[in-house]
Structure formats: C-alpha cells, structure tokens
C-alpha cells in the first residue's frame, strides 16, 4: 500500500470473541483514522485518534496509536456477525495534503 | 451532518470513450478533495489529490492524461477517465477535507466497468 500495512489480512472468529486489527505507517501523521467497508460498499468513519494521543474508545471498539513505532491497532470487543466487512487504517498528513489507507483487514465474524 | 455526494453510482461505458464522474460537497466547502481508486479485494489507492483552483496533484504512477482532475469550484470535482480501457473498471471513491481538517468526508464509490 502506499503507507503501510495491515496485519493480520484476513481474520476468522467467532462471535463473541475479540477481534485485533495492527496498522504500520511509514511516515510522521498527523492523525489516524479507520473506517470500515462492507463488499462492494462505501466506506464507515469508525474513530480518529490524533498523533499526540495514545489510546481512544468508541463503543465496543479501543484504538491506540504509538507513534515512535509508527503504528496503531484496532480492537474490537464482543464481536457480532454485523461486524463483518474489511477495516482499513488511514494516515492523514494534512500538511502535505495527502491521506492514505492502509493494506486492510477483512475480518469474517462467524455466528 | 457534511455530506458527499458522488454521481453516478454505477456507470458502463464502451472502451475508447470517456467518462465523467462528479463529487460534490453538498453543505460545506471543501478546498480539497481526494481521489481514489480500489479493485476488487484490494486496498484504497490514492491517484490525486484535488485543490479548488488549481492543478491536481498526482501520485507517482498515476497517469495524468488519462485521469483528468478538475476542481472548478470549492464544492465540485470532478474525474474524467478519458479512452476508458476494460483495466480501468473499478471502484472510485472521492472525499472532501471538511470544514475541520481532520475531518474526511466520504462519496459513497462510483462503479465503472469498461467494455
């Protein structure tokens, strides 16, 4: 991707179980972001952290952010089937104008 | 809420022709939007970045030629693939820097297949 990757690619796991989504980006953000995007479909804004921040929550939904490491990560607790779709960081460098997604995660919750 | 609006939704064209894909900022002005293209299965690639007034900004490998970027108006871009081949078919999704810059506005996509 043009800023980093995702890991894992894929995830399989049950309902009720937590899902981990890992973000690695390459260059100095200004803030992170992730949406979600069923197949086919536009894309979901779930949360935005800014660089200065480590961690934030959301619902069932926890991001952090280390920037030192240059990555971030997703969780999502309880999953539910519903949550199924694919994930996707993105990196914004407002200052460059430039706002990037990361590789993605297609996470399948089964019921 | 800012909304996006892109049109159309799904678009079929014949190879050689072009194709015109509109995103507007329907409540706020937007001085910059984006441009992106993702084939199936795969990421969002950024292709350009649009300015109000000025040229687009391309990233690297990203033919300018053949996608043409217009931002006329803090409220309007558009995309045109010109001499659409079958290798363009994709989805192209745009968005708008929001009144807030942190803030990201969504299109909801645009379909095209070439023929």
């Known amino acids: 991707s043009q800023q980093g990757e995702e890991d894992p690619q894929a995830l399989s796991i049950q309902e009720g179980e937590n899902a981990t989504m890992n973000c690695s980006y390459k260059?100095?953000?200004?803030?992170l972001q992730w949406y979600r995007q069923n197949s086919g479909r536009g894309l979901v804004h779930l949360i935005l952290?800014?660089?200065?921040?480590r961690e934030k929550h959301s619902g069932r939904l926890r991001v952090t952010l280390d920037t030192s490491k240059k990555s971030s990560s997703l969780l999502i607790t309880a999953s539910r089937a519903a949550d199924t779709a694919s994930y996707f960081c993105?990196?914004?460098?407002?200052?460059?104008?430039?706002?990037?997604f990361g590789s993605g995660t297609k996470l399948n919750v089964k019921p | 809420g800012a909304v996006v609006s892109q049109h159309p939704s799904w678009v079929i064209c014949k190879s050689g022709t072009s194709v015109k894909i509109e995103c507007r900022s329907l409540?706020?002005?937007?001085?910059?939007m984006f441009w992106y293209r993702q084939f199936p299965k795969q990421s969002l690639m950024l292709m350009a970045t649009?300015?109000?007034?000025?040229?687009?900004?391309?990233e690297q490998g990203v033919e300018k030629d053949k996608f043409l970027i217009n931002h006329a108006s803090l409220t309007l871009s558009t995309l045109t693939v010109t001499s659409a081949h079958p290798e363009d078919s994709s989805f192209y999704i745009c968005?708008?820097?929001?009144?807030?810059?942190?803030?990201?506005?969504f299109g909801e996509g645009s379909w095209l297949t070439v023929v």
């Open positions: 968005s708008a820097r929001g009144p807030s810059r942190n803030t990201i506005y």
């Open positions: 260059t100095s953000i200004n803030n």
């Open positions: 952290i800014r660089s200065n921040e």
């Open positions: 993105a990196t914004d460098l407002y200052n460059f104008n430039k706002f990037y």
């Open positions: 409540d706020f002005q937007a001085t910059t």
């Open positions: 649009s300015n109000e007034g000025s040229k687009a900004t391309y």
